[in-house]
């Protein structure tokens, strides 16, 4: 599994392990967020979430992929970025794996408001960003990526309140 723990703290990489680490940023509603690649098992078109019962006012709904019924999230409700969103034209679902190995979550959709992109992430060109907002719910840390702002996201407690 993906360890997103790569990407934070002093240094942002640890010491005598990668110094390169690829990434995709995901653009979703006044933010780009920033996950390893290996963290990411595909980024489909937009499709409808089929609504729930479920708990969170942040689950849009869920969708059928590869034989799972996977939760769709907007991150900007969970995060307490944004009070509401929906999906737009060129909007996508990036499929994220889960960080512990849950038979009954392996998989959490996040609603992007554009397509994710390819960032070579190297240890020299990440520092911590003091100017973002790390009041958020689900984020970890801001940081700047060779200059550009992003928002490193807490996939683990996401999935913990998933599974609540």
Not at 114 to 142: A, C, W, Y
């Amino acid at each position: 599994m993906a360890d997103i723990t790569y990407l934070k703290g002093k240094g942002m990489l640890p010491e005598g392990r990668l110094t390169t680490i690829h990434c995709l940023m995901i653009p979703i509603t006044n933010e780009i967020l920033l996950l390893p690649n290996a963290s990411i098992a595909e980024v489909i078109g937009y499709q409808e979430p089929e609504s729930g019962n479920d708990s969170q006012e942040w689950v849009i709904g869920r969708i059928g992929w590869r034989d799972y019924r996977v939760p769709v999230i907007s991150f900007e409700i969970a995060a307490g970025l944004e009070s509401s969103t929906r999906a737009r034209k060129g909007s996508r679902i990036a499929i994220l794996n889960t960080l512990n190995g849950n038979s009954k979550l392996p998989y959490i959709g996040m609603l992007t408001q554009g397509i994710p992109h390819l960032q070579v992430v190297q240890e020299k060109n990440i520092i911590p960003n003091s100017s973002g907002d790390t009041n958020g719910r689900f984020i970890k840390e801001h940081v700047l990526v060779n200059g550009e702002p992003a928002a490193i996201p807490d996939i683990d407690e996401l999935e913990k309140s998933l599974l609540l």
